[in-house]
């Protein structure tokens, strides 16, 4: 079957009044982007829905591909176009129909006649059309609520637009249409998570990562730059941040009593990321904390890490299970980066018994002994950044071996 | 020597060769390793994979490295048996498969399954009111080939697919090891759960093959160890032979039926239309690379040996079986006159094959004939 235009419906942002436009002008360009290397790709954008135009077939094969992942969307359907001439159209509605599923379905024909000269009326248009779909295909049944299949006949000047399959958005807000936020991406299962859904919600993200070498790995490294490139699939595209942490977690090891020197490690990083934010102009950090799961996670410990930022913290997963966020982490993909066994900068300097219930005051009389700014300072200068689009090219390309 | 046994086995691709000596000498390490070269050891196995699976239209689903066509087979009838015995003990597969299931199945047979063999016609096809009349509320898993390997009836996979999706909940399973590369296998368009493909029927190499499975369908494992692919097929995986594999596919695989062998098997036929004592055993709407015939009163031995000393390769019915004195299963079971039923013989083209071979074969049939005429 060939489809020459799909039609995209807008998701939830239909509804927000005077803001339309950006949201739409936002999806627009995130639909562009992700279309970028499809050359014969247009979009126009109207107040309720989009029309993608793709001339050439493969192009929109792939399009069709893509568009399920982008945020925004509530669903798209495939529109085969033919003459505003009642036997092209019923050619045409028997190749719709017979392009998916028939057996024990039922069926509707709709129509819209926005060019009004068209020489029949609606009901005819009908009756014509759907008797003639049902002389092809006897095991449909007409059904006039909730039918399985319902094929739309969009007559308009330029020719009449048929289409049956409706498949469906990924939901949510375009991203970048709620600002921007900084997330904190450690390589485990949760962090990519809280950035998925905050994107859904239309935020747009950089992530910032600490590399501890030669502690951690230039796997573990590959693993977050993984992660951020499947992130990046779902609209805008995320920029990377990563921080050389070693010669910091060394002085806290020295100056921290250890059952203290995760707080401190976690306070050190939540700096370095607010400052980082700063620079890029992002108003939010986004971190996976999910209360009680370790013991970084505690309300009192929280509270002894937020203590240096008034920054807004977005912790998406705080009220959530861990096997909720397994389940969200294995549909958007990350899951199987996400358990490939290297240590990260967390996990190496592990105190085997870190207080649940540090104290603000304690944590802070420990950290008073030593200069810890200008590490911070250096560490947030001597930060590498790596693009979305710099990460795919490092792609080893087998193509020639298979 | 012309070699008309590609439904045994094929000549490998040199393409294929070659890949899977590049990757041998890049690619060696261990795809479970940790280190960076186990790294892409496994970057280079999930693209092959991808690869396979998405020449079947099946890419979310999962793609299980076997040892070949019957270790995928005993895993689909093994491992999904046991995977999904809480739903029932109700097995469906026909009298025609290949060993591989039929075996398996009696062995299950053994331990408590019920497993139900659909008759088939003389044309080797089994009866949809059949299959219907047969799926029940027990039903977990049923196997058809998608083509013979010894006649090439060609089974209307997608007609049951759908009348298994309404009537049960029942696994499907499709052999295509014999229809893959010469016709369309798409898993999508099949309507199936899961189907084998082997390598070394499509210039690939042998001793490799695939278990292809629809999203959220996961077989219990047959062998143990460290839980290789995903914990369902323990072993080492064989990065080179993925590779290799995924080549094979992508050369072989095709989008309509090979016309060249069609118009081949037309001219095989009828030739043979003319010989009185020669049966055709494919059916006409059969596989177009396999042609089946069966020779009155002469061992079908004896035509391969006669063929043979003119240059051309042929075999009795299947590889498999055809050291065994007796007349195959498939053969048994499409009803054969008696006179005929040792006479059977099996030409199978490849890519390797032309069309004067096909017309040399039919010289060398008219003087076997002939030689048959005066007595021997």
Known sequence: ?402 | MIYFDNSATTQPDESVLESFIAANIKYYANPASIHVMGREAEALLNRSKKQMLSIVDNEDGEAILTSGGTESNNLAILGLSEAYKSRGNHIITTQIEHPSILNACRQLEQTGFDVEYLAVDEQGRISIEELTAKLKKETILVSIMHVNNEIGTIQPIRQCAELIKRNSRAIFHSDCVQSFGKLPVSMEELGVDAITISAHKVNGLKNSGVLLLKKGIKPSPINFGGGQENGIRSGTVSVPNAVAMAKAMRISSVKEERTNFREWRNMLVEACGTIEKVQVLSPLDGAPHIVSLAFKSIKGEVAVNYFQEQGIIISTSSACSSKNKKASHVIETIGLDNKFKNGVIRVSFGNTNTKEQVKEFIDVLHRFMELIEKGM
């Open chain 1, 1 to 402: 079957m060939e489809w020459n235009e799909i039609l995209i419906r807008y998701g939830e942002l239909s509804l927000k009044g005077r803001n339309r436009n950006v949201f739409v002008r936002k999806l627009k360009n995130n639909i562009k982007d992700a279309m970028r290397d499809l050359q014969s790709v247009r979009l126009k954008a109207e107040r309720d829905r989009m029309f993608l135009v793709a001339d050439d077939e493969e192009d929109m094969k792939k399009a069709i591909e893509r568009l399920p992942h982008i945020f925004g969307i509530q669903s798209f359907s495939p529109v085969a176009k033919c003459e505003a001439d009642l036997d092209a159209i019923k050619k045409k509605a028997i190749d719709v129909i017979g392009s998916g599923e028939t057996t024990g379905r039922t069926f509707k024909v709709e129509i819209k006649r926005a060019d009004k000269t068209f020489p029949y009326v609606t009901g005819e248009l009908q009756q014509e059309i759907g008797g003639h779909v049902l002389s092809q295909f006897p095991e449909l049944v007409v059904q006039m609520k909730k039918p399985d299949i319902l094929l739309l006949v969009d007559i308009r000047k330029d020719g009449a637009f048929l289409t049956s399959k409706v498949f469906k958005g990924a939901g949510g807000m375009p991203v970048g249409s709620n600002g921007h936020s900084l997330l904190m991406l450690s390589g485990g299962i949760d962090s990519p998570v809280a950035g998925y859904l905050l994107m859904k919600r239309g935020v747009s993200i950089d992530a910032i990562h600490f590399a501890s070498p030669p502690y951690t790995s230039e796997l573990a490294k590959r693993k977050v730059t993984d992660l951020t490139e499947q992130l990046s699939s779902f609209g805008a595209s995320v920029r990377l941040h990563i921080i050389p942490f070693t010669e910091l977690q060394q002085a806290i090891v020295k100056q921290v009593p250890d059952n203290l020197s995760m707080t401190t490690t976690r306070r050190m990083m939540l700096q370095i990321a607010d400052k980082v934010r700063e620079e890029i102009g992002a108003l939010a950090i986004i971190t996976g904390e999910s209360l009680g799961q370790v013991a970084s996670q505690t309300l009192d410990s929280l509270t002894a890490i937020n203590e240096v930022t008034a920054t807004p913290i977005l912790r998406p997963l705080i009220a959530m299970d861990k096997l909720e966020i397994i389940d969200i982490s294995q549909k958007i993909g990350t899951y199987d980066i996400s358990i490939r066994p290297y240590e990260d900068c967390c996990t190496i300097f592990t105190p085997s018994n870190p207080k649940t219930k540090p104290k603000i005051e304690k944590v802070q009389h420990f950290e008073s002994f030593f200069d810890f700014p200008p590490l911070i300072d250096e560490a947030v200068r001597n930060r590498t950044t790596i693009e979305a689009f710099e990460q795919r090219q490092a792609d080893a390309d087998f193509s020639d071996l298979l």
